[in-house]
């Protein structure tokens, strides 16, 4: 493996998150998708990353491993420039950005997760209590949200960031866990803006195949 390497799978909303600001900046890279029935592909992760968790990015070229996606992210946007800057330039409308991003991460990802994961559990397994929970933060996150972009293009302005890039994959799978286009106006037409966005299209088309294995 050779240049830039990205250990992934098309389905994960971490991989789509750093998927769009590959998508985004024009970059190449090799994708390596890693899937339980392929050890090999364990294994390698295993070996780039001890954590086993993707996304991973290795880079050849600078001797350098990073996981955690919206470090990939930044990593992406200085070290590679090209169309996209994760980052803006001004001190305010860089907190924003990356206030936004970990909004998306922390209380609305985490929130999805949460509830899909418990919906995998074995029946003497599971935590109603705990996805309620989840819940019932989603739909707290999303008023806040609703107030928050409204006036905005973007997530944090007018200017498609890494927080965008945070938005569209935990959006896009917490409309299915804890639907919100109804009673959100201003946060489904973000997501109607974010889903034609020709580099988020590509991502959504990549994981297609692989719909069927979502259980929300």
Request: glycine share 6%; net charge negative.
């Amino acid at each position: 493996m050779a240049g830039l390497t990205l250990f992934y799978h098309p389905l994960s909303s971490y991989c789509w998150k750093v998927l769009i600001a590959f998508y985004e900046n024009g970059t190449a890279f090799t994708p390596y998708q890693v899937d339980h029935d392929r050890p090999e592909s364990g294994a390698a992760l295993r070996a780039a990353w001890p954590m086993e968790r993707f996304p991973v990015l290795r880079d050849d070229s600078h001797d350098v491993t990073l996981p955690e996606s919206s470090a990939i992210i930044e990593y992406l946007s200085v070290r590679y420039p090209g169309g996209f800057a994760a980052i803006p330039a001004g001190f305010d409308d860089a907190m924003e950005a990356r206030v936004m991003d970990r909004l998306f991460d922390n209380h609305v990802m985490t929130g999805m997760q949460t509830v899909v994961f418990n919906s995998l559990r074995p029946e003497d397994a599971k935590d109603e209590y705990g996805a309620d929970q989840a819940r019932a933060m989603l739909r707290k996150t999303y008023a806040m949200l609703e107030e928050r972009i409204a006036g905005r293009t973007w997530a944090a302005g007018e200017a498609f960031t890494l927080a965008d890039c945070a938005a569209m994959p935990s959006l896009w799978y917490a409309d299915k866990v804890a639907p919100f286009r109804g009673d959100h106006p201003v946060l489904a037409a973000y997501l109607d803006r974010l889903e034609a966005r020709p580099s988020v299209q590509r991502v959504l088309k990549e994981a297609e195949p692989y719909f069927a294995l979502f259980p929300g």
